[in-house]
């Protein structure tokens, strides 16, 4: 088998897109748009894979940190498809086998198409093979101009075909197979005689031809696979497609989702079987979710472990935390990030947990904020709790053991330790330690006055009863 060396175009500057931020680096149900090729790409284990970047290319570098085998070749100016690639001699000169040319901002390739191609150029000798597809609308895309045999001749973009070309419907996709022996030599002959003035990689396929060497076409039926973004409509149009691809592949693996229209689940989420998702529910980033449970209208999980047979009900939002088995949140819970919800610990309407742990079993049903707080199993926090964890300079810590019992209204001034099976009066203020077993009662005192209203409606008759 031949090396293979992956080449991918990001060094446009996307005019379109209106954007501040580079093309490629906008997100596509959860992955940056640069991203989708590269996992599209990865299993093919190519001997490199090479981008080139232009344009913002610091922020491009800074955003793929993470994967470390690539390797970045910067264009600058950028003067076509053509001269993108030849930036690539620097380091694909002498190298022998296959090269395979993606793009930045066509992210819906899948892996199965690029196998199809490389198969297809390597079966068929081809110097290079284009990937084409037929559209009912081919508008913006270059077209595929055959000779009288049916080979490919050339490739003639829009704005520079005539109007017999711009009603032929198989386009380019931009994505090719090529062969790397005598490849830079060519495209080194490209002239920028056009209408927008660039050197065009699609001249290579003229170039080919004349001289006779293979090139080939494989022509594929999932058109919108290889669709480029260009605008933030065609982003959110594609976004769609992505949605529902993922959505389906979701419920066939035994997952309900009530709405799938409304329903957004990332590319690295994942869900255990016989979990129902309610109307509106967004599942972000590396969330996972275990089987059994149901998540309602409106939630939105960000980075979240969710155990099995968990019930979050409508209207939560919870960022890089963990939920056990069992738990049962919300409707309104808010949990923070490095929050852990115990199993069967319940979190109920208008909580907010921040760097918090909620022990197992443990109960904060209504209304309270518990930040920076290490909260033992079978506790009970009550209503309108707070820890006031802040001074207004640094946070302090909370610390609640196993069974203690938090009476309603309480405000924990932390730093502050309740020990276990402790209790703390409704309405208390902690500024001191609870012992274990101890009660802590903070609070005024109570008078009752006997009879007080009747004195009162004496001394002023007109005062009702
Ligand atoms: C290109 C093809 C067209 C094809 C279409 C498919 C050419 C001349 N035209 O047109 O036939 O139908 O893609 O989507 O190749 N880029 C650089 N440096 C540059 C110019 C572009 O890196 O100097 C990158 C862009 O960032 C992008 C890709 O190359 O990722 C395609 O460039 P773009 O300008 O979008 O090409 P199209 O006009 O769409
Ligand atoms: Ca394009």
Same mark, same amino acid.
């Not at 390597?122 to 270059?142: I, K, S």
């Given at each position: ?10 060094? /446009? ?45 610091? @922020? ?11 390797? =970045? ?63 009912? @609308? ?45 490849? =830079?030599? *060519? ?14 990689? *699609? ?50 693996? /035994? ?22 998702? !309610? ?28 155990? $099995?047979?968990?019930?979050?009900? $409508? ?16 409707? =309104? ?14 979190? !109920? ?55 203690? =019992? ?30 274990? !077993? ?28």
């Amino acid at each position: 088998m031949q090396p293979l060396h992956v080449v991918i175009l990001a060094a /446009g500057k996307s005019t379109r897109m209106k954007s501040a931020r580079p093309k490629v680096l906008h997100d596509l149900a959860g992955r940056t748009l640069i991203e989708h090729v590269l996992h599209a790409a990865r299993p093919l284990a190519a001997a490199s894979t090479t981008l080139v970047v232009g344009h913002a290319a610091t @922020d491009v570098k800074a955003a793929l940190a993470r994967w470390t085998d690539l390797q =970045f070749v910067e264009q600058s100016p950028q003067l076509g498809t053509g001269h993108a690639l030849l930036q690539t001699e620097t380091v694909l000169s002498g190298k022998k086998g296959t090269l395979l040319l993606l793009y930045g901002d066509v992210p819906l390739l899948s892996t199965g198409t690029l196998q199809r191609l490389l198969e297809s150029h390597h079966a068929r000798h081809a110097a290079a093979t284009v990937l084409t597809a037929e559209l009912p @609308d081919p508008y913006g895309y270059g077209r595929i101009v055959r000779d009288p045999k049916g080979q490919i001749a050339r490739i003639v973009e829009e704005r520079d075909a005539s109007a017999e070309q711009r009603a032929i419907y198989e386009v380019n996709s931009g994505i090719y197979a090529l062969s790397l022996s005598k490849l =830079f030599e *060519t495209l080194h002959r490209l002239a920028s005689d056009n209408a927008q003035g660039e050197y065009y990689l *699609t001249d290579l396929v003229a170039l080919y031809h004349q001289e006779k060497r293979k090139v080939d076409a494989l022509c594929v039926d999932t058109p919108d696979e290889l669709r480029g973004i260009n605008s933030r409509i065609e982003l959110a149009e594609m976004a769609r497609v992505v949605r529902d691809r993922r959505n389906r592949a979701v419920m066939l693996s /035994g997952v309900t989702l009530e709405d799938p229209a409304t329903t957004y689940i990332d590319e690295d989420v994942t869900i255990g079987a016989d979990t129902t998702i !309610g109307p509106g529910v967004r599942l972000q980033g590396r969330t996972s979710v275990g089987a059994r449970c149901t998540i309602q209208a409106g939630c939105r999980l960000t980075n979240v472990a969710v155990g $099995d047979e968990v019930i979050i009900l $409508d209207y939560c939002v919870l960022t890089d935390a963990t939920v056990g088995d069992q738990a049962k949140l919300g409707p =309104f819970a808010h949990i923070r990030p490095e929050s852990v919800v115990g199993p069967s610990a319940h979190v !109920g309407n208008f909580v907010e947990l921040k760097k918090t742990v909620l022990g197992r079993g443990s109960k904060a049903n209504h209304l309270s904020y518990l930040g920076d707080s290490m909260i033992g199993d079978g506790v009970n926090v009550g209503a309108g709790t707070i820890t006031c964890n802040y001074d207004g300079v640094k946070k302090h810590r909370t610390v609640i053991d196993d069974g203690a =019992f938090i009476g309603s209204n309480s405000a924990l001034v932390a730093p502050v330790t309740i020990g276990a099976g402790a209790y703390v009066g409704a309405g208390s203020t902690i500024t001191q330690d609870v012992p274990p !077993g101890a009660l802590g009662l903070a609070r005024g005192h109570q008078h009752n006055k006997e009879d007080w209203a009747a004195r009162r409606k004496a001394r002023t008759p007109e005062a009702k009863e």
